[in-house]
């Protein structure tokens, strides 16, 4: 049942826990992947494949764990995905072997294909259309947040072993997964789940595909894609880049990681809702993708720790927005079908994140700064096209 956010706080902040949970497991590792990929000899272009894996075993499991969210509920699906995930990270940490490390990064992305669509789907079942923009500034606040504390706790505990992190993130991790156990409850009746998979008995992921290219939709997840693979590609390089050019330490990337984070959860949970409704999410958007790529571009042109604080600072803010404008304008379309919606919207991620890490670390190898020029290359195309997004398709969908 819709209530409003204020009478849903508990369930909120689990919900938005979970999400903290996955991205805390990647700020944690932030700082110290130049110090892993030292210590085992790997090149930037395996470790640009490690992060892909992660995003190609989610693109696979995506369609279907959209399925079994609106077949067997959101609570199942989470609360599974928080314990493989829980795994993953253990693995990853225990790991001594590439062989055992893309298994790890394989486990975690079918972790993060229950997890990621499983909460937007929840969140979008109880909230208002009107509270919707502003519960998913919160989710982006979350992801956000697990950057800022992440990389802080990551850097630290470090000091005990750089695989140290890892086994931090897989005990929080389970921890979480038995919080929502217990305190979650299924948004949906089994009768409304029943609705929703008659409706999907005849859908395959084919034709779930097929529907994602419809005019309401399409022009949406090619964001979403651009999104994922400008942020994939930027942050999968930036501490190799930080170590390389600049010589930065552990220490000093998770300082700036950690501030320039703090400034995009400031903007996002007291400007985002304001902004939206004076911009609306399509000069939003517009915004945030020449944010993007001026300050991608800017990014091999600088030098010293402020400037790489400054710029690092408003190319994440340009990311942390332009995420929950995309996901609030999707979740409003979906009407019933937040699961379809949310497994959409994490295959085109995946599908982002598999080819922006993947072209980063070779990029890498051959030249430390065409990752970014490239990721500003494709926000560009991103950009034009926002000019084929009419502005009556958004009212139009919202309408409905």
């Given at each position: 049942?819709?209530?409003?956010?204020?009478?849903?706080?508990?369930?909120?902040?689990?919900?938005?826990?979970?999400?903290?949970?996955?991205?805390?497991?990647v700020g944690l590792i932030v700082p110290v992947m130049p110090s892993f990929m030292?210590?085992?000899?790997?090149?930037?272009?395996?470790?640009?494949?490690?992060?892909?894996?992660?995003?190609?075993?989610?693109?696979?499991?995506?369609?279907?764990?959209?399925?079994?969210?609106?077949?067997?509920?959101?609570?199942?699906?989470?609360?599974?995905?928080?314990?493989?995930?829980?795994?993953?990270?253990?693995?990853?940490?225990?790991?001594?072997?590439?062989?055992?490390?893309?298994?790890?990064?394989?486990?975690?992305?079918?972790?993060?294909?229950?997890?990621?669509?499983?909460?937007?789907?929840?969140?979008?079942?109880?909230?208002?259309?009107?509270?919707?923009?502003?519960?998913?500034?919160?989710?982006?606040?979350?992801?956000?947040?697990?950057?800022?504390?992440?990389?802080?706790?990551?850097?630290?505990?470090?000091?005990?072993?750089?695989?140290?992190?890892?086994?931090?993130?897989?005990?929080?991790?389970?921890?979480?997964?038995?919080?929502?156990?217990?305190?979650?409850?299924?948004?949906?009746?089994?009768?409304e789940l029943l609705e929703i998979t008659?409706?999907?008995?005849?859908?395959?992921?084919?034709?779930?595909?097929?529907?994602?290219?419809?005019?309401?939709?399409?022009?949406?997840?090619?964001?979403?894609?651009?999104?994922?693979?400008?942020?994939?590609?930027?942050?999968?390089?930036?501490?190799?880049?930080?170590?390389?050019?600049?010589?930065?330490?552990?220490?000093?990337?998770?300082?700036?990681?950690?501030?320039?984070?703090?400034?995009?959860?400031?903007?996002?949970?007291?400007?985002?809702?304001?902004?939206?409704?004076?911009?609306?999410?399509?000069?939003?958007?517009?915004?945030?993708?020449?944010?993007?790529?001026?300050?991608?571009?800017?990014?091999?042109?600088?030098?010293?720790?402020?400037?790489?604080?400054?710029?690092?600072?408003?190319?994440?803010?340009?990311?942390?927005?332009?995420?929950?404008?995309?996901?609030?304008?999707?979740?409003?379309?979906?009407?019933?079908?937040?699961?379809?919606?949310?497994?959409?919207?994490?295959?085109?991620?995946?599908?982002?994140?598999?080819?922006?890490?993947?072209?980063?670390?070779?990029?890498?190898?051959?030249?430390?700064?065409?990752?970014?020029?490239?990721?500003?290359?494709?926000?560009?195309?991103?950009?034009?096209?926002?000019?084929?997004?009419?502005?009556?398709?958004?009212?139009?969908?919202?309408?409905?």
């Amino acid at each position: 049942m819709k209530k409003p956010l204020k009478e849903q706080k508990t369930v909120l902040l689990i919900l938005l826990s979970n999400i903290f949970i996955v991205f805390l497991g990647v700020g944690l590792i932030v700082p110290v992947m130049p110090s892993f990929m030292n210590s085992m000899q790997l090149s930037g272009q395996t470790m640009g494949y490690l992060f892909a894996a992660f995003s190609f075993a989610q693109l696979l499991m995506s369609p279907l764990a959209g399925r079994w969210i609106d077949t067997f509920g959101r609570k199942k699906m989470i609360v599974i995905g928080l314990f493989l995930f829980s795994i993953s990270e253990v693995i990853f940490g225990l790991g001594t072997d590439i062989s055992v490390l893309f298994l790890s990064r394989i486990l975690g992305g079918i972790a993060g294909a229950f997890i990621m669509p499983g909460v937007t789907a929840y969140i979008a079942d109880i909230t208002t259309v009107e509270d919707r923009p502003k519960a998913m500034g919160y989710i982006s606040a979350a992801i956000s947040l697990g950057f800022i504390i992440g990389p802080g706790i990551g850097g630290f505990i470090a000091e005990l072993g750089i695989r140290a992190p890892f086994y931090f993130a897989g005990g929080f991790a389970l921890l979480t997964c038995i919080s929502s156990l217990f305190i979650l409850k299924e948004p949906l009746s089994k009768q409304e789940l029943l609705e929703i998979t008659k409706l999907k008995k005849d859908v395959s992921f084919l034709s779930d595909l097929k529907r994602s290219v419809q005019p309401i939709y399409i022009i949406a997840f090619i964001l979403v894609f651009v999104l994922a693979f400008g942020l994939s590609a930027y942050e999968t390089v930036f501490s190799l880049y930080s170590d390389a050019k600049f010589g930065f330490t552990p220490r000093d990337i998770a300082i700036v990681i950690t501030i320039s984070s703090i400034f995009g959860v400031v903007v996002q949970v007291f400007m985002f809702g304001k902004m939206v409704d004076k911009l609306g999410e399509k000069k939003l958007i517009q915004l945030c993708l020449i944010a993007g790529v001026v300050f991608a571009v800017l990014s091999t042109m600088i030098s010293g720790f402020i400037a790489v604080l400054v710029v690092t600072s408003f190319i994440f803010l340009a990311f942390d927005l332009l995420r929950p404008a995309l996901t609030s304008y999707l979740s409003k379309t979906a009407e019933k079908e937040q699961g379809f919606i949310a497994g959409m919207n994490s295959t085109y991620t995946s599908l982002g994140t598999i080819v922006g890490p993947a072209l980063g670390g070779i990029l890498f190898d051959v030249d430390i700064n065409y990752p970014y020029l490239f990721a500003a290359v494709i926000m560009f195309i991103g950009l034009i096209i926002t000019v084929l997004w009419k502005e009556n398709q958004l009212s139009n969908s919202l309408a409905k």
